[in-house]
């Protein structure tokens, strides 16, 4: 049964940006999908589909390694 988690990302500008952090949520064991809505400059969208529960530390550490801040900084932990 697959899960989804749903939060925001700052600092994403293009789809070089969008690929960079798909990349790293996908490197994320269990994670199945991931779905952006670039807002350019802004707060953008991400949803996550896994088939495991994620930890809000793993989806961090991603999203800060991918060079972005999650919205508000520190919002999942």
């Known amino acids: ?3 989804t988690t ?3 990302v700052d600092g994403m500008t293009c ?4 690929q960079h952090v798909t990349n790293e949520l996908t490197a994320i064991a269990g994670v199945t999908e991931v779905q952006i809505e670039l ?3 802004g707060s953008s969208p991400v949803v996550v ?3 495991a ?4 530390e793993a989806i961090a550490a991603a999203i800060d390694e ?3 801040a999650l919205t508000p ?3 999942l932990l």
Request: aromatic content about 8%.
């Open 39 to 41: 807002v350019n400059g």
């Open 53 to 56: 529960p994620l930890s809000d």
């Open 49 to 51: 589909t896994s088939d």
């Open 73 to 75: 900084r520190g919002s």
């Open 66 to 68: 991918a060079g972005y």
């Open 6 to 8: 749903t939060f925001s």
């Open 1 to 3: 049964m697959s899960q």
């Open 15 to 18: 789809g070089h940006c969008v």
